[in-house]
């Protein structure tokens, strides 16, 4: 089957970037995803991007997609405390596809 | 709140009882989909609805058993579990089962615990 793999673990100091990366398999998808889980909540829609993009920028949020290389990645600027979660890829045709996630620990 | 409710939020169940998870929307989404997430491991799409009617099973136990009576409300009915079996359910709704442009809007799921 189509796999979206992610890294598992990520550390940052405070105030540091983080950048998470993704990539994918499937090169139909259409649409790429980021969520966030917080712990004992469920996942959380952060941004998307279409496949003919190769940057979106969202306040600290930005979104860079090689569909060449079929690589996504995340990168947070500054990042925080309350950054702390894990970060799951996904791309979407039809189905939604879920990379395992990538659990990112903020340290002060 | 995200627009998807899921209750309980928790439950602790013995290996011989009955209960159901339920999950709502009032997004007018007309797909909703089950989720299973264990500790470790990616998350496992379990059931995916499309206007009421079962588009999806993947390989589920029987002792799993989703319920859609209408595009606002899934149930997912749990009978004779193993302790393998908790994880957090998680609910979703998406505007449409196809479309890519929909991405899917999570509840906040129900952490289970099998005794």
């Known amino acids: 089957g189509e796999d979206v793999e992610q890294s598992l673990f990520l550390s940052v100091r405070e105030g540091d970037s983080s950048v998470i990366n993704c990539t994918y398999t499937?090169?139909?998808?259409?649409?790429l995803y980021w969520y966030k889980q917080e712990p004992g909540a469920g996942l959380q829609l952060l941004t998307y991007?279409?496949?003919?993009?190769d940057m979106k920028q969202d306040q600290r949020l930005t979104v860079l997609l090689n569909k060449k290389d079929k690589h996504l990645s995340l990168r947070i600027a500054d990042t925080q405390t309350g950054d702390s979660a894990i970060y799951f890829c996904?791309?979407?045709?039809?189905?939604?596809?879920f990379g395992a996630g990538t659990r990112l620990t903020v340290k002060p | 709140e995200t627009g998807v409710t899921q209750t309980p939020r928790h439950l602790v169940m013995g290996m011989t009882n009955k209960k159901s998870l339920k999950c709502e929307q009032h997004?007018?989404?007309?797909?909703m989909y089950w989720y299973k997430q264990s500790a470790k491991k990616p998350l496992e799409l379990m059931f995916v609805?499309?206007?009421?009617?079962?588009?999806e099973n993947n390989s589920v136990p029987s002792r799993f058993s989703p319920e859609c009576p209408n595009s606002s409300h899934l149930f997912l009915h749990l009978h004779t579990l193993q302790p393998e079996d908790s994880a957090l359910y998680l609910c979703?709704?998406?505007?449409?089962?196809?479309?890519?442009?929909?991405?899917?809007?999570f509840g906040s799921g129900t952490r289970l615990t099998v005794v």
């Open positions: 499937d090169s139909s998808s259409t649409y």
């Open positions: 991007i279409f496949s003919n993009m």
């Open positions: 997004l007018g989404h007309n797909a």
């Open positions: 979703a709704s998406s505007h449409s089962l196809q479309g890519a442009g929909w991405g899917y809007t």
């Open positions: 996904a791309e979407r045709e039809n189905d939604m596809r």
């Open positions: 609805y499309s206007l009421e009617e079962r588009v």
